[in-house]
Each structure stands twice: as C-alpha cells, then as structure tokens.
C-alpha cells in the first residue's frame, strides 16, 4: 500500500485484463477514504461509491452465472455464491493481483499490519474496481473480469468445500481426522448488555485449539471454528 499516487498503471492493467480508457476512474477506485483526509486537494474521490457500485454488479453477474450453469437449490448456490463474494476470498484474489502497492492511504492506514483491517480494504478495493471496469468499458468488460479473477475460482472452492461455513468445517474435520467433536466454551465476556464482546474457545476434548471474539455467541465460535482450522492447517487459503 501506498501513500504516494503513480500515472504509471500499465502493470496493473495488465494484471487486470483491462485497460482503461479513463484513468482517473481507475485512481479513484484505488484511493480510500483515509488518504483525503491528508490530501484535501487530491482531485479524485474516495472509492467508497465505486465499491457500493461494484458490489452490486459483482452479485449481478455470480448470481446470473449460477442460475444458468448449475441447477441446484437455491439455498446451495446462495452459500456457492457467498463464498465467492466474501471478504476473506476477493482479498486474497487482490493479493494475487499485486495492486496493494496501488492503493492510496493515509500514512497511518498504510504501516496498520492489523490482518483484518487489511483484508477489508483489498476486498473493498475489489469492488471499486469492478465498478470502475463497470463504468469504463460496460457489463461486457466486467463479468469479463469476475468471470477471469473470480468465478474461475468456483471449481476449488467447491473441492474443498470451502462454501460450508467454519462451524461446520472444523466439526467434519476433526471427527474425519481424529474421531472427536469440538466442543465451544465462553472464556470471557465484556462490554454492557447492548454492546457484549464474547471471546470463546474451540477445544478438541480438553485441548484449547483456538479463540475468536464476537458481539454474539454464535458469532465467536464461527470466529473460532476459523482460528481453529487456520490453527490446525486444515483450511485452504486461496491466494495460495
């Protein structure tokens, strides 16, 4: 990530598969809200508009994709779809795009190591871009793009079951694996009663495998069941 604009973007363009015709466009979708607020002068906006755009022609074009190529329930294809559309998949698609060294931030924003903070801004910026590539060069150019970066990835994810939520992966696992059944357990609780933080631990009989915080239960042990799976090597990356 940077703090410093470039005019230079024919690398990214051709990682992208697109070039545009209106560069500004394409800064605008790379510069988040934290980089106006030292740079009142710089003459693009935030991309914050562009992403609200691009989420919706993104579902538009997953949506239509696997209405006409597969014909299972509805309720398979909407889990199919989330785990294409999520945040933890578009920024690991970003990573494997390399534009984190095109994104435009505030100083402080840029030396965050905070791994959260960071997935949601690459995954944001997927979305502006694709609105951008939307508004640059039509609905041809941009399920061009999701049909190249992110519908392409749709054979792994259903491989590795990737649409199944962490709850549920981790549980399938270690009694695949080990024969046991994780079992969750609140270690704290914090905040008053409108606004709790739970922290929970995942634990394969007495062994704490790992902790995930939330503002509900349910929440922490999916935050958990993720933790876990990392913890144990049993999830799949797919920036990998």
Request: hydrophobic content about 40%; proline content about 3%; overall charge negative.
């Amino acid at each position: 990530m940077t703090t410093t604009p470039t005019s230079d973007y024919a690398p990214l363009e051709e990682r992208l598969g697109y070039v545009f015709k209106d560069k500004g466009i394409l800064t605008q979708s790379l510069t988040h809200r934290s980089y106006l607020n030292e740079h009142a002068d710089f003459p693009f906006e935030h991309n914050e508009r562009l992403e609200f755009l691009g989420d919706a022609v993104l579902e538009v074009i997953v949506t239509e994709n696997l209405y006409k190529n597969y014909g299972n329930p509805e309720g398979e294809l909407t889990n199919w779809r989330a785990s294409l559309v999520n945040a933890k998949t578009l920024s690991g698609i970003a990573s494997q795009l390399k534009f984190e060294e095109y994104l435009l931030l505030s100083k402080g924003e840029a030396k965050d190591a905070n791994s959260k903070a960071r997935m949601y801004i690459l995954a944001n910026a997927i979305e502006a871009i694709i609105g951008a590539i939307y508004l640059d060069g039509g609905i041809s150019a941009a399920t061009h793009f999701v049909n190249k970066h992110i519908l392409s990835i749709l054979p792994f994810i259903l491989k590795h079951r990737l649409y199944i939520d962490p709850k549920s992966r981790f549980q399938e696992t270690a009694q695949e694996l080990l024969g046991v059944t994780p079992t969750y357990k609140v270690l704290k609780e914090a905040g008053p009663d409108h606004n709790k933080e739970f922290t929970v631990g995942v634990f394969l009989e007495k062994e704490l495998v790992a902790v995930g915080s939330g503002t509900s239960k349910q929440e922490a042990q999916i935050s958990a069941a993720q933790a876990g799976l990392e913890a144990k090597k049993w999830d799949v990356v797919i920036a990998e």
